[in-house]
């Protein structure tokens, strides 16, 4: 399988709330980068979250995140 990103691409976020509303997708990995102003844009907007579990936590360089989950 290839990773998919849904980066600031407006289609790429719409695709991914599709998938992940149809339930076709099992592993998650959530990039969390720190911002100084603004906001970002909700990817589980309106979605179930709660049906997701974190599975490994990475630290890159600068407080970036890398979070795994699974379901």
Not at 4 to 25: C, K, M, P, Q, T
Not at 58 to 63: A, D, L, Q, S, T
Request: without cysteine; aromatic residues 8%; hydrophobic residues 45%.
């Amino acid at each position: 399988m290839r990773p998919f990103f849904a980066d600031d691409d407006a289609h790429a976020l719409l695709l991914a709330r599709s998938l992940l509303r149809a339930e076709l997708v099992d592993e998650l990995r959530l990039v969390v980068a720190p911002a100084v102003a603004g906001q970002g844009r909700r990817v589980f907007d309106g979605g179930d979250v709660r049906s997701w579990y974190l599975v490994e936590v990475e630290r890159g360089k600068h407080g970036t995140l890398f979070l795994d989950h699974s379901r």
